[in-house]
Protein backbone atom coordinates (compact mmCIF):
# COMPACT_ATOMS: atom_id res chain seq x y z
CA UNK A 1 0.00 0.00 0.00
CA UNK A 2 1.53 3.39 -1.09
CA UNK A 3 -0.54 5.38 1.87
CA UNK A 4 -3.19 4.27 4.44
CA UNK A 5 -5.40 6.67 3.03
CA UNK A 6 -6.15 4.54 0.56
CA UNK A 7 -7.26 2.00 2.50
CA UNK A 8 -10.10 4.02 4.56
CA UNK A 9 -11.46 5.27 0.69
CA UNK A 10 -11.72 1.98 -0.47
CA UNK A 11 -13.21 0.38 3.12
CA UNK A 12 -15.81 3.44 2.92
CA UNK A 13 -16.57 2.62 -0.77
CA UNK A 14 -18.14 -0.73 0.61
CA UNK A 15 -20.97 1.14 2.22
CA UNK A 16 -21.67 4.30 -0.44
CA UNK A 17 -20.39 3.40 -4.15
CA UNK A 18 -23.44 3.42 -6.15
CA UNK A 19 -25.72 -0.01 -7.54
CA UNK A 20 -25.68 -1.70 -10.59
CA UNK A 21 -26.32 -5.19 -11.91
CA UNK A 22 -23.42 -6.93 -13.36
CA UNK A 23 -22.56 -10.33 -14.89
CA UNK A 24 -20.49 -13.08 -13.09
CA UNK A 25 -18.10 -14.57 -14.60
CA UNK A 26 -15.62 -18.56 -14.44
CA UNK A 27 -18.85 -20.28 -12.52
CA UNK A 28 -20.63 -23.18 -14.26
CA UNK A 29 -24.03 -23.72 -13.81
CA UNK A 30 -24.11 -26.01 -11.15
CA UNK A 31 -22.54 -23.93 -9.00
CA UNK A 32 -24.32 -20.60 -9.44
CA UNK A 33 -27.84 -21.25 -9.17
CA UNK A 34 -29.39 -17.53 -10.15
CA UNK A 35 -28.60 -14.10 -10.31
CA UNK A 36 -31.14 -11.36 -9.34
CA UNK A 37 -31.47 -7.79 -7.47
CA UNK A 38 -28.42 -5.36 -6.70
CA UNK A 39 -24.82 -5.47 -5.74
CA UNK A 40 -25.86 -3.33 -2.72
CA UNK A 41 -22.21 -2.07 -2.15
CA UNK A 42 -19.90 -4.60 -3.50
CA UNK A 43 -16.83 -3.50 -5.42
CA UNK A 44 -16.63 -3.44 -8.74
CA UNK A 45 -13.28 -5.30 -9.81
CA UNK A 46 -11.93 -5.88 -12.98
CA UNK A 47 -8.99 -8.05 -14.30
CA UNK A 48 -6.22 -7.80 -16.20
CA UNK A 49 -4.56 -10.49 -16.94
CA UNK A 50 -0.87 -10.66 -18.02
CA UNK A 51 1.35 -13.27 -19.49
CA UNK A 52 4.85 -13.69 -18.15
CA UNK A 53 7.22 -15.98 -20.33
CA UNK A 54 7.20 -19.55 -20.10
CA UNK A 55 3.53 -19.91 -18.25
CA UNK A 56 0.92 -21.94 -20.09
CA UNK A 57 -2.51 -21.03 -20.92
CA UNK A 58 -4.41 -23.58 -18.49
CA UNK A 59 -2.13 -22.48 -15.66
CA UNK A 60 -3.22 -18.88 -15.78
CA UNK A 61 -6.49 -19.43 -16.65
CA UNK A 62 -6.81 -21.71 -13.24
CA UNK A 63 -5.07 -18.99 -11.23
CA UNK A 64 -7.39 -16.46 -12.70
CA UNK A 65 -10.39 -18.41 -11.47
CA UNK A 66 -8.99 -19.25 -8.56
CA UNK A 67 -8.69 -15.49 -7.53
CA UNK A 68 -12.07 -14.64 -8.96
CA UNK A 69 -13.49 -17.56 -7.00
CA UNK A 70 -12.19 -16.57 -3.95
CA UNK A 71 -13.06 -12.95 -4.12
CA UNK A 72 -16.55 -13.79 -5.11
CA UNK A 73 -17.44 -16.14 -2.32
CA UNK A 74 -16.13 -13.50 0.13
CA UNK A 75 -18.98 -11.57 -0.45
CA UNK A 76 -17.24 -8.32 -0.65
CA UNK A 77 -16.81 -7.85 -4.69
CA UNK A 78 -18.18 -8.29 -8.01
CA UNK A 79 -16.56 -9.40 -11.01
CA UNK A 80 -16.46 -7.30 -14.28
CA UNK A 81 -15.85 -8.39 -17.17
CA UNK A 82 -15.35 -4.70 -19.38
CA UNK A 83 -13.46 -2.29 -18.10
CA UNK A 84 -16.13 0.30 -17.42
CA UNK A 85 -17.83 1.52 -14.80
CA UNK A 86 -15.34 -0.58 -12.19
CA UNK A 87 -14.02 0.25 -8.76
CA UNK A 88 -10.61 -1.14 -8.69
CA UNK A 89 -8.20 -3.13 -11.21
CA UNK A 90 -6.80 -6.43 -10.32
CA UNK A 91 -3.76 -6.99 -12.52
CA UNK A 92 -2.09 -10.36 -11.88
CA UNK A 93 0.75 -11.97 -13.04
CA UNK A 94 1.69 -15.64 -12.23
CA UNK A 95 5.19 -16.86 -13.04
CA UNK A 96 4.74 -21.01 -12.76
CA UNK A 97 7.04 -22.52 -9.98
CA UNK A 98 7.58 -18.95 -8.80
CA UNK A 99 5.48 -16.91 -7.82
CA UNK A 100 1.72 -15.20 -8.31
CA UNK A 101 2.02 -11.08 -8.14
CA UNK A 102 -1.13 -9.00 -7.75
CA UNK A 103 -1.08 -5.43 -8.08
CA UNK A 104 -4.64 -3.23 -7.44
CA UNK A 105 -5.06 -0.05 -9.04
CA UNK A 106 -8.01 2.99 -8.40
CA UNK A 107 -9.91 4.34 -11.77
CA UNK A 108 -7.59 7.19 -11.71
CA UNK A 109 -4.51 4.78 -11.85
CA UNK A 110 -3.32 4.83 -8.53
CA UNK A 111 -1.64 1.28 -7.14
CA UNK A 112 -3.89 0.75 -4.38
CA UNK A 113 -1.96 -2.74 -3.39
CA UNK A 114 1.25 -5.01 -4.25
CA UNK A 115 1.46 -8.20 -2.88
CA UNK A 116 3.47 -11.22 -4.68
CA UNK A 117 2.89 -14.85 -2.81
CA UNK A 118 5.53 -17.78 -3.89
CA UNK A 119 4.19 -20.82 -5.44
CA UNK A 120 6.61 -23.82 -6.16
CA UNK A 121 3.92 -26.29 -7.80
CA UNK A 122 0.39 -26.13 -9.32
CA UNK A 123 -0.61 -27.88 -5.72
CA UNK A 124 0.08 -24.53 -4.03
CA UNK A 125 -2.22 -22.71 -5.83
CA UNK A 126 -5.17 -23.02 -4.33
CA UNK A 127 -3.99 -22.03 -0.62
CA UNK A 128 -1.81 -19.46 -2.17
CA UNK A 129 -4.80 -17.65 -4.49
CA UNK A 130 -6.78 -18.17 -0.71
CA UNK A 131 -3.88 -16.37 1.24
CA UNK A 132 -3.77 -13.89 -1.58
CA UNK A 133 -7.24 -12.49 -1.34
CA UNK A 134 -7.59 -12.59 2.61
CA UNK A 135 -5.17 -10.09 2.11
CA UNK A 136 -6.54 -8.09 -0.31
CA UNK A 137 -9.58 -8.06 1.81
CA UNK A 138 -8.06 -6.89 4.67
CA UNK A 139 -5.80 -4.60 3.11
CA UNK A 140 -8.95 -2.74 1.31
CA UNK A 141 -11.72 -3.24 3.76
CA UNK A 142 -10.37 -3.74 7.37
CA UNK A 143 -12.26 -7.22 7.43
CA UNK A 144 -11.49 -10.62 8.40
CA UNK A 145 -12.08 -13.35 5.49
CA UNK A 146 -14.34 -15.71 6.06
CA UNK A 147 -12.50 -18.33 3.27
CA UNK A 148 -11.56 -20.51 5.82
CA UNK A 149 -14.11 -20.20 8.40
CA UNK A 150 -16.34 -23.71 9.28
CA UNK A 151 -19.45 -24.53 9.46
CA UNK A 152 -21.14 -27.51 10.86
CA UNK A 153 -24.14 -29.26 9.92
CA UNK A 154 -25.92 -32.85 10.09
CA UNK A 155 -26.32 -35.25 7.67
CA UNK A 156 -28.78 -37.96 7.42
CA UNK A 157 -27.59 -40.73 4.75
CA UNK A 158 -30.02 -43.75 3.31
CA UNK A 159 -29.40 -45.78 6.40
CA UNK A 160 -30.83 -43.21 8.82
CA UNK A 161 -27.68 -42.19 10.63
CA UNK A 162 -27.21 -38.68 11.51
CA UNK A 163 -23.90 -37.62 11.62
CA UNK A 164 -22.19 -34.14 12.52
CA UNK A 165 -19.77 -33.12 9.96
CA UNK A 166 -17.70 -29.74 9.14
CA UNK A 167 -17.27 -28.28 5.73
CA UNK A 168 -15.61 -25.01 4.60
CA UNK A 169 -16.85 -21.71 3.16
CA UNK A 170 -16.32 -23.24 -0.17
CA UNK A 171 -18.06 -26.97 0.70
CA UNK A 172 -15.36 -28.40 -0.89
CA UNK A 173 -14.36 -30.32 3.16
CA UNK A 174 -16.18 -33.27 4.51
CA UNK A 175 -14.82 -33.97 7.73
CA UNK A 176 -16.60 -35.96 9.91
CA UNK A 177 -17.32 -34.92 13.30
CA UNK A 178 -19.37 -36.89 15.31
CA UNK A 179 -20.50 -40.39 13.80
CA UNK A 180 -21.51 -42.48 16.95
CA UNK A 181 -24.68 -44.72 15.90
CA UNK A 182 -27.11 -41.66 17.87
CA UNK A 183 -29.86 -39.21 16.51
CA UNK A 184 -27.45 -36.05 16.79
CA UNK A 185 -28.97 -32.44 15.62
CA UNK A 186 -29.04 -29.12 16.18
CA UNK A 187 -25.67 -28.07 16.78
CA UNK A 188 -24.42 -24.88 17.80
CA UNK A 189 -20.53 -23.49 17.59
CA UNK A 190 -19.57 -21.86 21.23
CA UNK A 191 -18.54 -18.12 20.72
CA UNK A 192 -14.89 -18.74 20.79
CA UNK A 193 -15.01 -22.06 18.34
CA UNK A 194 -13.66 -24.02 21.48
CA UNK A 195 -16.71 -26.38 21.39
CA UNK A 196 -19.49 -27.24 20.01
CA UNK A 197 -23.19 -27.85 21.54
CA UNK A 198 -25.39 -30.53 20.00
CA UNK A 199 -28.79 -32.41 21.03
CA UNK A 200 -29.27 -36.31 21.41
CA UNK A 201 -32.50 -37.60 20.94
CA UNK A 202 -33.03 -41.61 22.16
CA UNK A 203 -35.14 -43.68 23.62
CA UNK A 204 -33.62 -42.02 27.16
CA UNK A 205 -34.83 -38.62 25.89
CA UNK A 206 -33.36 -36.10 25.07
CA UNK A 207 -30.01 -34.74 25.97
CA UNK A 208 -27.47 -31.77 25.41
CA UNK A 209 -24.24 -32.74 24.82
CA UNK A 210 -21.14 -31.06 24.05
CA UNK A 211 -18.04 -31.43 21.70
CA UNK A 212 -15.17 -29.95 23.20
CA UNK A 213 -12.17 -29.75 20.23
CA UNK A 214 -9.41 -29.47 22.15
CA UNK A 215 -9.55 -32.83 23.75
CA UNK A 216 -12.02 -34.65 21.20
CA UNK A 217 -14.05 -35.72 23.85
CA UNK A 218 -17.71 -35.98 23.88
CA UNK A 219 -19.59 -34.93 27.55
CA UNK A 220 -23.22 -34.54 28.18
CA UNK A 221 -24.23 -31.52 29.90
CA UNK A 222 -27.48 -31.86 30.79
CA UNK A 223 -29.47 -34.93 31.10
CA UNK A 224 -32.25 -34.86 33.77
CA UNK A 225 -34.30 -31.41 32.78
CA UNK A 226 -36.98 -33.46 31.14
CA UNK A 227 -37.46 -32.92 27.03
CA UNK A 228 -34.95 -30.55 25.95
CA UNK A 229 -34.26 -28.80 22.45
CA UNK A 230 -31.59 -27.19 21.24
CA UNK A 231 -30.03 -24.18 22.90
CA UNK A 232 -28.05 -21.17 22.41
CA UNK A 233 -24.89 -20.35 23.77
CA UNK A 234 -24.46 -16.84 25.85
CA UNK A 235 -21.53 -14.70 24.45
CA UNK A 236 -19.50 -15.46 26.91
CA UNK A 237 -20.29 -19.14 26.69
CA UNK A 238 -20.88 -19.26 30.67
CA UNK A 239 -24.52 -20.47 29.42
CA UNK A 240 -27.19 -21.29 27.92
CA UNK A 241 -31.05 -20.37 26.85
CA UNK A 242 -33.09 -23.94 26.00
CA UNK A 243 -36.30 -24.85 25.27
CA UNK A 244 -37.31 -27.42 28.16
CA UNK A 245 -40.80 -29.18 27.58
CA UNK A 246 -43.22 -29.75 30.43
CA UNK A 247 -46.83 -31.58 29.56
CA UNK A 248 -46.91 -30.77 26.18
CA UNK A 249 -46.04 -27.07 26.39
CA UNK A 250 -42.53 -25.24 26.39
CA UNK A 251 -40.76 -22.91 28.35
CA UNK A 252 -37.23 -20.99 27.87
CA UNK A 253 -34.54 -21.37 31.05
CA UNK A 254 -31.10 -19.88 31.26
CA UNK A 255 -29.02 -22.66 32.56
CA UNK A 256 -25.58 -23.28 33.55
CA UNK A 257 -23.07 -25.63 32.31
CA UNK A 258 -23.29 -27.28 35.28
CA UNK A 259 -26.24 -28.76 34.56
CA UNK A 260 -28.45 -26.04 37.18
CA UNK A 261 -31.46 -23.63 36.17
CA UNK A 262 -30.21 -20.22 36.80
CA UNK A 263 -33.47 -18.46 35.91
CA UNK A 264 -37.31 -19.32 34.25
CA UNK A 265 -37.73 -16.81 31.38
CA UNK A 266 -41.04 -17.61 30.38
CA UNK A 267 -43.93 -18.73 32.11
CA UNK A 268 -46.84 -19.49 29.01
CA UNK A 269 -49.49 -21.56 28.53
CA UNK A 270 -48.45 -21.29 24.95
CA UNK A 271 -45.57 -23.23 23.16
CA UNK A 272 -42.27 -21.27 23.62
CA UNK A 273 -38.89 -22.27 21.68
CA UNK A 274 -35.88 -21.28 19.12
CA UNK A 275 -34.19 -19.24 21.68
CA UNK A 276 -31.20 -16.90 20.15
CA UNK A 277 -29.05 -14.96 22.60
CA UNK A 278 -27.51 -12.06 20.42
CA UNK A 279 -23.89 -11.71 20.20
CA UNK A 280 -24.01 -9.14 23.03
CA UNK A 281 -25.99 -10.58 25.57
CA UNK A 282 -28.87 -8.24 25.78
CA UNK A 283 -31.36 -9.46 23.39
CA UNK A 284 -33.37 -12.76 23.43
CA UNK A 285 -34.93 -13.93 19.84
CA UNK A 286 -37.78 -17.00 20.30
CA UNK A 287 -40.50 -18.18 19.06
CA UNK A 288 -44.11 -19.12 20.20
CA UNK A 289 -47.66 -19.21 19.45
CA UNK A 290 -48.86 -16.89 22.52
CA UNK A 291 -50.58 -15.29 19.29
CA UNK A 292 -52.90 -17.78 18.29
CA UNK A 293 -50.02 -18.33 15.53
CA UNK A 294 -46.56 -18.93 15.47
CA UNK A 295 -44.74 -15.57 15.29
CA UNK A 296 -40.82 -14.31 16.07
CA UNK A 297 -40.74 -12.61 19.67
CA UNK A 298 -38.11 -10.46 21.25
CA UNK A 299 -37.01 -9.91 24.79
CA UNK A 300 -34.68 -7.24 26.14
CA UNK A 301 -33.56 -9.42 29.17
CA UNK A 302 -32.46 -6.09 31.48
CA UNK A 303 -36.14 -5.00 31.44
CA UNK A 304 -37.90 -8.19 30.24
CA UNK A 305 -39.53 -6.06 28.02
CA UNK A 306 -40.78 -8.37 25.29
CA UNK A 307 -42.42 -7.47 21.75
CA UNK A 308 -43.74 -9.62 18.80
CA UNK A 309 -41.38 -8.94 15.95
CA UNK A 310 -43.30 -10.30 12.71
CA UNK A 311 -46.67 -10.03 11.44
CA UNK A 312 -46.80 -10.84 7.79
CA UNK A 313 -48.13 -14.43 7.70
CA UNK A 314 -49.01 -17.32 10.63
CA UNK A 315 -45.95 -18.38 10.41
CA UNK A 316 -42.40 -17.46 11.16
CA UNK A 317 -39.85 -19.48 12.60
CA UNK A 318 -35.80 -19.91 13.25
CA UNK A 319 -34.41 -16.04 13.84
CA UNK A 320 -31.01 -15.65 13.85
CA UNK A 321 -28.84 -12.92 14.37
CA UNK A 322 -25.87 -11.52 12.47
CA UNK A 323 -22.42 -11.44 14.23
CA UNK A 324 -23.08 -7.38 14.83
CA UNK A 325 -26.46 -7.83 16.31
CA UNK A 326 -28.07 -5.41 13.79
CA UNK A 327 -29.52 -7.51 11.27
CA UNK A 328 -32.00 -10.94 11.87
CA UNK A 329 -32.82 -13.62 9.41
CA UNK A 330 -35.67 -15.76 9.52
CA UNK A 331 -37.81 -18.30 7.92
CA UNK A 332 -41.33 -17.74 6.97
CA UNK A 333 -44.07 -19.55 5.17
CA UNK A 334 -45.44 -17.33 1.86
CA UNK A 335 -47.68 -18.91 -0.54
CA UNK A 336 -47.08 -22.51 1.21
CA UNK A 337 -43.33 -21.78 0.54
CA UNK A 338 -40.50 -21.24 3.46
CA UNK A 339 -38.44 -18.26 2.18
CA UNK A 340 -35.92 -16.49 3.67
CA UNK A 341 -36.20 -12.70 5.11
CA UNK A 342 -34.28 -10.39 6.55
CA UNK A 343 -35.21 -7.40 9.09
CA UNK A 344 -33.64 -5.09 11.63
CA UNK A 345 -33.28 -5.42 14.85
CA UNK A 346 -36.18 -3.37 15.65
CA UNK A 347 -38.50 -5.36 13.27
CA UNK A 348 -38.77 -2.38 11.27
CA UNK A 349 -38.30 -3.41 8.10
CA UNK A 350 -38.83 -6.38 6.77
CA UNK A 351 -37.13 -7.80 2.77
CA UNK A 352 -38.01 -11.19 1.40
CA UNK A 353 -34.49 -12.54 0.00
CA UNK A 354 -35.09 -15.98 -1.52
CA UNK A 355 -37.57 -16.87 -3.99
CA UNK A 356 -38.92 -19.56 -5.81
CA UNK A 357 -40.96 -22.98 -5.48
CA UNK A 358 -38.76 -24.80 -3.39
CA UNK A 359 -38.50 -23.60 0.65
CA UNK A 360 -35.74 -22.16 1.74
CA UNK A 361 -35.56 -22.06 5.73
CA UNK A 362 -33.32 -22.62 8.70
CA UNK A 363 -31.05 -19.79 7.82
CA UNK A 364 -28.18 -18.37 9.50
CA UNK A 365 -25.36 -15.78 8.74
CA UNK A 366 -22.10 -15.74 7.58
CA UNK A 367 -19.40 -14.58 10.20
CA UNK A 368 -19.19 -11.10 8.02
CA UNK A 369 -22.71 -10.88 7.43
CA UNK A 370 -22.58 -10.37 3.89
CA UNK A 371 -24.10 -13.86 3.09
CA UNK A 372 -26.92 -16.50 4.49
CA UNK A 373 -26.65 -19.87 4.60
CA UNK A 374 -30.08 -21.85 4.49
CA UNK A 375 -31.64 -25.43 3.86
CA UNK A 376 -33.71 -26.16 0.60
CA UNK A 377 -33.95 -29.12 -1.45
CA UNK A 378 -33.08 -30.75 -4.44
CA UNK A 379 -35.54 -33.22 -5.55
CA UNK A 380 -36.02 -34.79 -2.10
CA UNK A 381 -33.16 -33.97 -0.63
CA UNK A 382 -32.21 -31.33 1.90
CA UNK A 383 -29.37 -29.76 0.81
CA UNK A 384 -27.16 -26.39 1.83
CA UNK A 385 -26.99 -23.38 -0.21
CA UNK A 386 -25.86 -19.97 0.19
CA UNK A 387 -26.91 -16.21 -1.15
CA UNK A 388 -26.34 -13.02 -0.27
CA UNK A 389 -27.87 -10.96 2.05
CA UNK A 390 -29.38 -8.68 -0.50
CA UNK A 391 -30.55 -11.88 -2.93
CA UNK A 392 -28.73 -12.26 -5.28
CA UNK A 393 -25.86 -14.95 -5.84
CA UNK A 394 -27.59 -17.67 -4.80
CA UNK A 395 -25.80 -21.19 -5.10
CA UNK A 396 -25.18 -24.37 -3.75
CA UNK A 397 -22.87 -24.94 -0.89
CA UNK A 398 -22.03 -28.99 -1.02
CA UNK A 399 -22.16 -31.48 -3.78
CA UNK A 400 -23.25 -34.47 -1.81
CA UNK A 401 -25.42 -37.27 -4.47
CA UNK A 402 -29.03 -38.15 -3.68
CA UNK A 403 -30.17 -39.63 -0.78
CA UNK A 404 -27.67 -37.76 1.30
CA UNK A 405 -29.91 -34.70 3.39
CA UNK A 406 -28.16 -31.98 4.60
CA UNK A 407 -29.62 -29.57 7.22
CA UNK A 408 -28.97 -27.70 10.75
CA UNK A 409 -25.95 -25.42 9.31
CA UNK A 410 -23.98 -23.39 11.79
CA UNK A 411 -21.40 -21.31 11.25
CA UNK A 412 -18.02 -19.79 13.02
CA UNK A 413 -15.12 -17.99 11.80
CA UNK A 414 -13.13 -18.78 14.85
CA UNK A 415 -12.16 -22.38 13.89
CA UNK A 416 -9.05 -23.20 13.05
CA UNK A 417 -8.66 -26.18 9.92
CA UNK A 418 -6.45 -28.39 11.43
CA UNK A 419 -3.18 -29.27 8.97
CA UNK A 420 -4.07 -32.01 6.38
CA UNK A 421 -7.42 -31.13 6.48
Known amino acids: MHSMSYKKIIGTLIFFISCFNSPILGFNDEEVIDIRGFNYGRLQIAFNV ?30 KDIFDKYDLVLKIRYVPRNEIRVWIYSPDNTLLFDHRRPVSDENELQPAAIKMVEEIIFQLTGERSILRSAIAYVEKDQSDRYRILLTDA ?60 GGSWSHTGEHLVITKSIDGNSDLFKINLKGEIVEQLTFRSSTEANPRLSPDGKRLLFVSNRSGSIQ ?32 IVFSGLKDNVYQIFLMDKEGDFVQQITYGNHSAEQPVWAPNGRQVLFVSKINYDQKLFVIRADGTYKRRLTQSGPGINEFNPTWSEHYKWPAGN
Not at 56 to 76: A, H, Y
Not at 302 to 312: A, L, S, V
Not at 315 to 324: A, C, F, G, K
Open 50 to 79: EKSPGSEDQQLEKTVELLKRNLMWSGLFDI
Open 170 to 229: FGEKRFILIDDNNFNILPRWKPNASALLFTTLGQQGSHLRQYDFKSGTITTLFKNLNKLS
Open 296 to 327: IYQRILDTRETFRMTFEGNLNVEPNWSNDGAY
